[in-house]
């Protein structure tokens, strides 16, 4: 059995105080360049000049109305049911839809089913579809799941597929390559 191992010296506490406050300044600044950094290739890949000021959602400020999350949660229940058994899509579920909708509306939640480009601030991207055309790219191909609003502020952004460039099949001689390079 070893013998237990000497404590270490204890430093003054103002030394480890300038040490913690010299590591908490570094830690800061890498994170700030790489905050800077991020948004520089997020500005690259979306084409805004670094000059332009990031959009970011609000936060929804005090009170949402207490029925919303539930309501938006019985709306995702209610689209899942859509197709499964024949009368999941007949006149009583569409018209539980319209008044959930309707009890959203009135409480200042409107749902948010934008078009056109994808916003990484108003949409969330759950999948891709290729776009061999090349004119859809970073546009909406579909919604997943609509997103809401309340007052104009975001409480969930809508959940879309986007169009991506369409970089072409993969040559099936290129696939065995690989294959053959990982089984080594």
Not at 4 to 24: I, K, M
Not at 142 to 160: A, F, I, K, N, S
Request: proline share 14%.
């Amino acid at each position: 059995m070893r013998p237990p191992t000497p404590p270490l010296p204890d430093r003054p506490p103002a030394v480890a105080h300038d040490s913690l406050a010299g590591l908490s300044a570094r830690c800061a600044a890498w994170l700030g360049a790489e905050r800077d950094r991020i948004e520089g290739e997020l500005r690259a890949a979306y084409g805004k000049p670094s000059g332009t000021a990031v959009t970011e959602p609000l936060l929804a400020p005090d009170p949402v109305p207490p029925a919303a999350a539930p309501l938006i949660e019985l709306l995702d229940r209610l689209a899942g049911l859509a197709g499964d058994p024949p009368t999941a899509d007949g006149p009583v579920l569409d018209r539980v839809r319209r008044g959930v909708v309707a009890a959203l509306t009135a409480s200042g939640v409107t749902p948010v089913e934008d078009t056109g480009t994808v916003d990484p601030a108003r949409h969330h991207v759950v999948a891709t579809r290729d776009d061999p055309s090349g004119l859809l790219s970073d546009r909406i191909a579909e919604t997943v799941r609509p997103g809401y609003l309340w007052r104009d502020v975001l409480l969930r952004p809508q959940e879309v597929v986007s169009y991506v460039p369409y970089v072409g099949p993969r040559t099936p001689r290129a696939e065995a390559e690989r294959g053959r390079r990982d089984a080594r």
